[in-house]
């Protein structure tokens, strides 16, 4: 599996917005941005992609921001990915398939390639939400 910084600076502020869904109050770019070392001017873009997708929404002004049009819960790990890059839509293909070597292999491929796209669409935002959350309370400092 190959990740994009794109298909991840797209998780990490989809991330942001789910952890500060409870809030009500829209996240500006920059706080997104600044927190995760992520350039503001292409976070602006992959997040005006995941506001065409439906997933995100925006707030004009002075306290105007992004946030989530839908709960944590209902947005998966695929769905952003897809939106993003098109990566986990993308078929599994191969050069060479006219002999039994080839096909056999392919065969394989396509199935790791399923099993991948189920387990990225079992993964929601919430429950990654959770696992931050989990992470940051056994985190201790010298």
Sequence with gaps: MNISAKIEYACIAVLELAAR???????RIRDIAETNGIPSRFLVQIL???KSAGIVGSTRGASGGYQLVKPPGEITLAEVMSVSDGQSSKPVTSVERESGASRTLMASWQNVAEVQREML??????????RAAEQSDNMYYI
Excluded at 21 to 27: C, I, L, M, S
Excluded at 122 to 128: E, I, P, R, Y
């Design 48 to 50: 005006l992609q995941l």
């Design 21 to 27: 869904y409870d809030r009500g109050k829209p996240v």
């Design 121 to 130: 669409e079992a993964v929601t935002f919430a429950d990654l939400v959770e």
